[in-house]
């Protein structure tokens, strides 16, 4: 299926060989090498989301458990070991705070970063879904690729650039009436965009 190639390809780090190879010897195509890039970028999208998901959650249990502490009305010289450890870690953004053994070095510590700005932390909301490969293969489009995006900004700025073209009517219609000379009768609006293209890509317009 083009979902099992995709996958064969976004998975191998190998040449072109041998993703062929890793696919069986089924044929190859452009389309099939595009899904592959793009569900890899979605894949580490997904990922970068779990972690920035991941790390707010532990932002916000680190802000709960100091302010339990601070709550509890107690001073930082009458606190227990372990309310000292949580302090520096919700201080610390839960970073090296654990080399602190002591409570003559956790106090110290404390004094050092007792001052610092911690943003407040707040409940990121719904978790990432479970990422799904060939769910993702099959919602895919050629547009949603690089090829395709590319495509859009190649029109985009080709028509800004016609726009400002004292004879833009007349290119336009000149590059319509050529591609519907080559098209069936059946020709469907999106025929127009194409011939526009076809002028980008070094047509001469009659």
């Known amino acids: 299926s083009r979902e ?4 064969a390809i976004a998975k191998s780090k190998e040449k072109v060989g041998d ?12 389309d099939d090498a595009f ?4 569900l890899n970028d979605r894949r580490q999208m997904n ?3 779990v972690q920035v998901y991941t790390s707010q959650l532990e932002a916000l249990e ?3 458990s100091a302010q339990k502490i601070i709550t509890s009305g107690k001073t930082v010289d009458k606190m227990g070991g372990k309310e000292l450890t949580e302090m520096l870690k919700w201080k610390m953004t839960g970073k090296n705070y654990s ?6 070095a956790k106090l110290e510590q404390w004094e050092k ?3 610092t700005e911690i943003p407040t932390a707040f409940h990121p909301g719904t978790a990432p879904t479970e990422f799904d490969e060939k769910g993702e293969i099959s919602n895919m489009t050629m547009a949603d690729t690089l090829v395709g995006i590319a495509k859009k900004k190649r029109r985009s700025a080709l028509i800004l650039e016609l726009s400002k073209m004292e004879n833009f009517d007349e290119v336009v219609t ?3 009436s050529k591609k519907m000379r080559k098209a069936s009768a059946d020709t469907k609006g999106g025929e127009f965009m194409d011939a526009i293209v076809d002028v980008d890509e070094g047509d001469n317009v009659p």
């Open 4 to 7: 099992d190639r995709v996958l």
């Open 19 to 30: 993703k062929f190879i890793k696919t069986g010897g089924m044929a190859l195509n452009c």
């Open 35 to 38: 899904y592959a890039v793009l």
């Open 47 to 49: 990922e970068k989301n």
């Open 62 to 64: 680190r802000q709960s």
């Open 99 to 104: 080399k602190f053994t002591s409570k003559k």
């Open 113 to 115: 970063v007792k001052n």
């Open 174 to 176: 000149s590059a319509r």
